[in-house]
């Protein structure tokens, strides 16, 4: 870090510029558990707490689970085996008005695998409370409407790519586009220049795919006719990009 940036943010960064990120980590024989967020969620109050009170609430339930869990294992001759629990949460990009935060969790508790999701939270800073991504909108569906034909052409690209021609369209339930409640959807600053370029659509395992596939992650680039979709007070956040 350069010396003359802690006297610069003296000026403009506010008590928030010196947070820190924070990990939790409790390891025993029946849990593995962490659970982590980034310094700029960090660095707002409310976020902060909301996130320590989560881990704390998990922490206690899954080490109950595991510690059950663990009988049974002990029980089945595979002592050796624990339960886990991961939950990180990094930033996808930041603005001046909105943190765009993403997380992916997982856990273990004596299955055949892993389970993994994924999901995303959009916080205004000035309002000081979560939003949702149709929230950013004049108008109801204004997003999905704008978004919708791209995605969904996007995503069975995709599926074709990964399934090659020794796919046997059998599970027809993994052939539909998922529904956008159904998916972790966060703007992204892939330029790292203080507005958003990007938006990611991440369907978790099982959600547009079988496990074996993973996650489906498709990024649109922002265009001019979202932003102008978009309530004024947004539209700085955002920067269009070529198509």
Sequence with gaps: MRLALPFACLLVCGAGAYAKPVKIQHDSPALEFTYEWPAQAAAIPMLDRRFKAEADREYRRHLKLGREDKQ???????GSVSDFYSKKWSTAGESSRLLSLQYQHGTYTGGAHPNTDYGALLWDKKLERQVKFDDLFLHVRAFETLTRDRYCSALAAERRKRRGKDWQPGLAEFNQCPKYSYLAIAPVDRSHDGRFDTVAFVAS???????????????????????????PVYRGSFEPQRQ
């Design 205 to 231: 395992p099982y959600t547009a795919g079988p496990y074996s596939e993973g996650e489906y992650e498709i990024d649109l680039p922002v265009t001019r006719q979202l932003i102008t979709a978009m309530k």
């Design 72 to 78: 049974l294992y002990e029980q089945q001759q595979r």
